[in-house]
């Protein structure tokens, strides 16, 4: 069982920087893929960003590519989602996820059927 808590959502005007916190539980957190997704108001949700066990990867959206950054540091079981130049665009409700290892393909974890556990989200907003 993996429990996963964010932090570090908020309101950052356009331009602006935030640093997302994933703090996971659970004593195999190093094995598992962690990513993140996000979900607008009327939209499905999206994934931003992956990274596998041990920092395979990283994978980033390329909406986002050159502006955000995934890392994790397995020391503190938590991964984080550095997000620079943000825009109104980027405003969602952030999820973080956690997906067991396999023998899956790095697109496996591009999508949420790549993951078991999630958190419940934090509120970035982007004011323009």
């Known amino acids: 069982q993996v429990q996963l808590v964010e932090s570090g959502g908020g309101l950052v005007q356009a331009g602006g920087s935030l640093r997302l916190s994933c703090a996971a539980s659970?004593?195999?957190?190093?094995?598992?893929?962690m990513g993140w997704f996000r979900q607008a108001p009327g939209k499905e949700r999206e994934f931003v960003a992956a990274?596998?066990?041990?920092?395979?990867?990283?994978f980033i959206q390329d909406s986002v590519k050159g502006r955000f950054t995934i890392s994790r540091d397995n020391a503190k079981n938590t991964v984080y989602l550095q997000m620079n130049s943000l825009e109104p665009e980027d405003t969602a409700l952030y999820y973080c996820?956690?997906?067991?290892?396999?023998?899956?393909?790095?697109?496996?974890?591009?999508?949420?059927?790549?993951?078991?556990?999630w958190g419940q989200g934090t509120q970035v907003t982007v004011s323009s």
């Open positions: 996820a956690a997906g067991a290892p396999g023998p899956y393909s790095d697109s496996y974890y591009y999508t949420p059927d790549g993951y078991d556990y």
């Open positions: 659970g004593r195999t957190f190093s094995s598992y893929a």
């Open positions: 990274i596998r066990w041990s920092g395979g990867g990283p």
